[in-house]
């Protein structure tokens, strides 16, 4: 119907937007991966230090329910930076899926526990210092400061007049430690916003239940491989392109494919939700907006404007 080829459009464009691009660990370098992991673990040790004496990096990540999640993922990671060097083809998005899917169902058979345990690792970290948030936060502001605030103060100045650069400008002026960001959440975040908050996140952990046990990840890879392989043709060939020969090729591939209904079913709770957030929060929203845009320079709302109205545009062309 048309209907599910409008859903199914804007689905292929949230997965152009978010999917996870590399290949598994066939064929990694050995070094390479040992590399990505010491220098997780340097990191982790660096910052966790004292704080967590109990926290292992090797037992709690590379072990158990962790172990293929983080090895897999370290080499997604390796091999997209030398598959990926510009846009990515439609050609090589489709070649790709059967590795997305494999860590989608990877994802599905181990997150939960990988999360669990991570979560008893840190629960140690709690009973064995009763400040270890707090230590924590301060350890992050002090690694900040140490270590990265010139670099991004610099960038910021830098990059003056552009989008990036007020947004930056503006954070900074904002937010200067963790106690000035704690007082900003303290005064907007609502009793009535964490309570929505709260519930979302149980709505998201329903729904992936719900794709990994009606098999949504297969089913979903599926119609990706078979849409890029579609889209990938004449001028067009580039995935961040969806007007033109792009969106009539895409009207083609829906004349006689439809999406998942399990991607239908999330779709349409995604608009429920966008509905509800628009309904409470729009006006906050709104002036949330209009002070951000009140801070920028007329070079930055420009871009800003030039940005939405390339977005707006390629939308309506899978819309």
Known sequence: SGINAEYGRAFVLVALLGIAYGNLCSGVNKESLKGVLGAAKAGASYFLGDLCPSFDFESVLL???????????????????????????????????????????????????????????????VAGNANFVRDAVARAEFLYNQDLASIVNDFADQNSGSLVGDLLGMALNQFSSAQDIEEFLNMHITEGISADAAAAAEEALAIAREWCASGCTDKSAKFLAGIFSHMQGGSCSLANEFCGECADRADSWFTNNQLPCCVESVIQKGIEAYDYVLENYGEAISDAAAAVEAGLSETAIAEAQAIGARLENEFNCVA
């Not at 998005?93 to 169902?105: E, Q, S, T, Y």
């Open 63 to 125: 072990s158990g329910e962790c172990r293929a999640l983080v090895r897999q993922g370290a080499c997604y990671g390796i091999r997209a930076s030398t598959y990926y060097t510009d846009v990515p083809t439609y050609a090589q998005l489709a070649a790709d899926v059967p590795n997305f899917a494999a860590l989608g169902n990877l994802a599905c058979k181990k997150a939960a526990g990988c999360f669990d345990q991570l979560r008893a690792a840190f629960d140690g970290c």
